[in-house]
């Protein structure tokens, strides 16, 4: 009697054991945030796609740039004050893009996954070639911007976790090489999904509503964008830049946007940075420009008063935030983000027909139209005949093509402006005219060839740390790209 006592109380202490493993071995799940597998792609996608625009094309780098190329003028006696006077303790600073750099590679190891899932067959994800072409070219877009900021970054070594630490440097070239791949793949498996006729994002395709023809269309477009950006170190890229364009164009591009906003579940990220920080003012470099062709864009510009400023004046930088005239849009909140416009496709053209000797006069026309249409009459609600306006500028030119498309490029295209700008610089030409004093101080080139790295990286990866030194060489190294 004693020894069946024994036996029950030990098969209740096993079966109390049993009972709490199986509690220890829930209760640090999270089923609030559930494993990476176990989450659709398509439902990561948006994240993607939102990622890309928000801090990618238009964030920490689209803000500081505008006020580099002099599209807005640095105020409120705060980072951008320093930022407007060249202050190389705010731009050779390992903190001043380090969000936007974990940022972008946090998007990318969310592309990574999206594109393993697919490729790795991971149930629930098999077959979406829709989505892996998304994020294909997503892939494109955000390294791309990555290494025309930094130059070399790690690429093929990056997003491993504590596989790999210390992931090295690769080089401009070898990453651009593979970019191209990926936005190839991504064309061959929008083939395939329209082939299938595959929807498998559905509206959680902020940017396209899972229209793979657009999507196509957007990948060649990005392919002339790169294949643009190479042309002082290629002679070849002119004509492909060209081929690449017309093909997006014939595929009917539209502007590359993000259109989700209703100014109340989320704000454009322009709007946003200055309703928090009010550190931008209108630039008299951009207000001369628009003035001097009667531009409908004038009045918004400086919000209807005609007040704008001069760049590199230390009163003006340190005049408290929210004193100063700013671009009327940016009240809006509702404007989309712009991964890409049909804005910028016309110009690409214009450019690539006009230095193959071709008349550029139609997408010329077309880039100056679309720009105007957009921020008169889509964002502002006012009357006019952009195509007249676009036609009275007269005949194409290299100098006109980069004057009007630094002004569609002042909205939040900054990041091309800049690369723009230093790649004409390479090919020993200048269209854009800066005026800021304080790019040259005491003989020192104070105007930077390229961003910093990121602290993160910079303190942890000492392949990092070694090129970053003390941060002077964005000063004096010039990328592969724009040497």
Not at 13 to 25: K, N, R, V, Y
Not at 399 to 415: A, P, R, S, T
Request: glycine share 8%; with cysteine; net charge negative.
């Amino acid at each position: 009697m004693k020894f069946s006592r024994y036996i029950l109380f030990s098969a209740a202490m096993l079966a109390l054991g049993a009972c709490s493993e199986d509690t220890m071995d829930s209760i640090n799940k999270n089923e609030g945030n559930p494993p990476v597998d176990a989450v659709p792609v398509r439902l990561q996608i948006s994240d993607a796609i939102m990622g890309s625009g928000f801090t990618a094309s238009s964030g920490d780098y689209s803000f500081y740039l505008s006020c580099l190329m002099e599209q807005t003028v640095g105020t409120g006696n705060n980072q951008f004050a320093k930022a407007e006077l060249r202050n190389p303790m705010e731009w050779a600073a390992s903190t001043t893009f380090n969000n936007a750099w974990n940022s972008i590679y946090g998007n990318l190891m969310n592309i990574k996954q999206i594109m393993e899932k697919i490729e790795g067959e991971v149930p629930g994800n098999v077959g979406q070639y829709d989505i892996l072409g998304m994020a294909q070219t997503l892939w494109a877009l955000n390294y791309g911007i990555l290494t025309d900021m930094h130059g070399d970054i790690p690429y093929s070594e990056a997003l491993q976790g504590q596989a790999n630490m210390h992931p090295k440097l690769d080089a401009q070239a070898d990453i651009y090489a593979d970019l191209f791949k990926y936005l190839d793949a991504a064309i061959a498996n929008f083939d395939k999904a329209i082939d299938a006729k595959l929807k498998n994002a559905g509206a959680q395709d902020i940017a396209y509503g899972n229209n793979c023809k657009a999507w196509k269309a957007a990948a060649y477009a990005l392919k002339a964008r790169y294949r643009l950006h190479m042309s002082a170190v290629d002679d070849k890229a002119i004509d492909d830049a060209l081929s690449y364009a017309v093909e997006a164009e014939n595929l009917g591009f539209s502007d590359f946007n993000i259109a989700s906003f209703d100014g109340i579940t989320a704000d454009n990220p322009w709007s946003a940075f200055q309703w928090s920080r009010s550190y931008v003012a209108s630039s008299k470099t951009v207000y001369d420009m628009l003035v001097a062709n009667d531009d409908p864009r004038a009045g918004i510009y400086t919000y209807d008063t005609g007040e704008a400023y001069p760049s590199g004046d230390a009163a003006i930088a340190y005049e408290s935030a929210g004193a100063l005239v700013y671009p009327g849009w940016l009240d809006m909140g509702v404007q989309p983000i712009h991964l890409m416009t049909a804005s910028e496709l016309q110009f690409i053209i214009a450019e690539c027909q006009l230095r193959k000797g071709q008349n550029a006069d139609a997408a010329f026309h077309a880039g100056v139209a679309a720009a105007v249409e957009e921020l008169v009459v889509g964002f502002w609600e006012e009357d006019c005949d952009a195509e007249a306006f676009a036609e009275g500028l007269g005949a194409a030119s290299l100098q006109k093509v980069f004057e009007q498309k630094y002004l569609q490029q002042m909205v939040d295209n900054n990041i091309e402006a800049y690369n723009d700008y230093r790649r004409c610089q390479a090919m020993g030409e200048e269209y854009i005219k800066l005026q800021n004093p304080m790019n040259v101080q005491s003989g020192v080139n104070r105007f930077p060839c390229r961003m910093p790295y990121g602290n993160s990286a910079v303190i942890s990866n000492p392949n990092v740390k070694a090129a970053y030194g003390d941060g002077s060489y964005i000063y004096t190294e010039k990328m592969w790209l724009y040497k």
